[in-house]
């Protein structure tokens, strides 16, 4: 069962779907939730500030809006935005990281990854891309998994399948499948 929950908004449009999903999935849940925004520390001190009350209000109005779960935390602060999404997610304990599509850019995401990719590879922790539009339940959920314990898959390595049940989505069955076999 899910405990806590983190999500990383950049503030655009391709970042409300997922907080909007995730603020299903805690009340769903009855996990805490974390909604993360991370300022670039290049800015000069008077316009981080500005930026960081401007996204805690703008965070806070969103989250209310679709209706704020019980244990809800709005966070902003400064740094790189995979580090602190990952060191974030660690210090809460959180058991999921929950994203919005990324903006393509393509010379940038082929020589230096976009935030979810770099996110997936370090934080240590499930992440899970929401994009589809809101308010419709999950009708089909793709987990990619390569068995490891970051993958946190532990009864799917003893048993050749395992089911989960994700609130807000049908039953989803994750199949280990080995290369050769």
């Known amino acids: 069962m899910l405990k806590s929950i983190l999500v990383a908004s950049d ?44 996204a805690e209000d703008y965070l806070t109005d969103q989250v209310t809006g679709f209706g704020k779960p019980a244990v809800c935390d709005v966070a902003v602060t400064t740094g790189h ?30 020589f230096v990854g976009t935030t979810i990719e770099r996110v997936t590879r370090t934080a240590g922790r499930p992440v899970l891309m929401a994009n589809s539009k809101t308010g419709e339940r999950w009708r089909r959920v793709f987990i990619a998994t390569d068995m490891s314990e970051t ?14 049940t994700l609130p807000m989505s049908p039953s989803c069955t994750a199949t280990r499948r080995s290369r050769g076999r």
């Open 81 to 110: 935005a995979f580090h602190v999404i990952g060191e974030e997610a660690r210090v809460r304990e959180a058991d999921l990281i929950v994203m919005g599509a990324h903006r393509r850019q393509f010379l940038r995401d082929v």
């Open 151 to 164: 993958s946190a898959m532990r009864p799917a390595r003893r048993r050749r399948s395992a089911s989960w």
């Open 11 to 54: 503030l655009s449009s391709r970042s409300k779907p997922a907080v909007q999903r995730v603020v299903q999935l805690a009340e769903g849940s009855g996990a805490a939730l974390c909604v993360l925004h991370v300022v670039e520390d290049d800015l000069l001190e008077d316009r981080m500030r500005q930026e960081i009350r401007s």
